[in-house]
């Protein structure tokens, strides 16, 4: 039971003993510790905030465009307005509906559903003026 008892503590102190001794040699490989340069971060980082600012400027396009159609539907609703107006107001969410059409084609790294929520969009505005040329509103 003594041997037992020495031989226990004999283990502890060699284990001590061993995992500082490993520790120590670890951290002293000789290199130097590796460090990152601060340039290349910011770089990713300013790349990443780019991104989102430019899809926060993309989502807010969007929106305004959705605004529009809403309006344009309104429009089409009230007997007072002329199709004249509805008319100018289409050609305006046509243009628009191209323009972030192209933007997103120039930026793949958008959203899937902003570019889905685009092209239903698109597809809306086309089909509106399909039918307003056709004369289906007369």
């Known amino acids: 039971i003594i041997q037992k008892k020495s031989s226990q503590q004999g283990d502890t102190s060699f284990n001590d003993i061993l995992t500082n001794r490993i520790n120590k040699s670890s951290n002293d490989t000789g290199f130097k510790e590796n460090t990152s340069l601060g340039e290349i971060k910011a770089s ?14 993309f989502t807010q396009k ?10 344009y539907a309104a429009l089409l609703q009230d007997p007072d307005k002329t199709l004249k107006q509805a008319h100018g107001l289409l050609e305006q969410i046509l243009d628009q509906t191209k323009a972030l059409d ?8 958008f959203s ?13 505005a086309q089909v509106e003026q399909i039918k307003f040329n056709r004369g289906d509103y007369l």
């Open 112 to 124: 899937h559903d902003l570019k889905n929520i685009l092209t239903q969009l698109l597809t809306t």
């Open 44 to 57: 990713f980082a300013a790349q990443r905030l780019t991104l989102e600012l430019n899809q926060t400027q």
């Open 102 to 109: 192209r933007e997103s084609k120039e930026n793949p790294d």
């Open 62 to 71: 969007l929106e305004t465009s959705l605004d529009l159609l809403d309006t």
